[in-house]
Nanobody, 124 residues
Framework: QVQLVESGGGLVQAGGSLRLSCAAS????????MGWFRQAPGKEREFVAG????????YVVGSVKGRFTISRDNAKNTAYLQMNTLKPEDTAVYYC?????????????????WGQGTQVTVSS
């Protein structure tokens, strides 16, 4: 079992920045690929970013490319999502997810472990 706890969400004005953290416990963090997802009100949960086990490969979706950066610190058992130039359409609950695998996937069903989510609200 892996336990994931997100933090760092909040209310920010458009153009601002936030850094989300996902702290993991329970198993060897470096065995897991990590993903960040978000779910806006009335919408499906969507993949935002993913990162390989060693942090050497990172992926972000087109809508956040150039604004969001995913990273991880295996020594701290933590993954991060740095979000810059935030827009009102980025408003959502953000979740981190993990799977013991060598591959990042965008399908939420692929991930075995999930955090409880953290709310990000971007005001215009």
């Amino acid at each position: 079992q892996v336990q994931l706890v997100e933090s760092g969400g909040g209310l920010v004005q458009a153009g601002g920045s936030l850094r989300l953290s996902c702290a993991a416990s329970g198993r060897t963090f470096s065995n897991y690929v990590m993903g960040w997802f978000r779910q806006a009100p009335g919408k499906e949960r969507e993949f935002v970013a993913g990162i390989s086990r060693d942090g050497g490969r990172a992926y972000v979706v087109g809508s956040v490319k150039g604004r969001f950066t995913i990273s991880r610190d295996n020594a701290k058992n933590t993954a991060y999502l740095q979000m810059n130039t935030l827009k009102p359409e980025d408003t959502a609950v953000y979740y981190c997810a993990a799977r013991a695998s060598a591959y990042v996937r965008e399908n939420q069903g692929y991930y075995d472990y999930w955090g409880q989510g953290t709310q990000v609200t971007v005001s215009s």
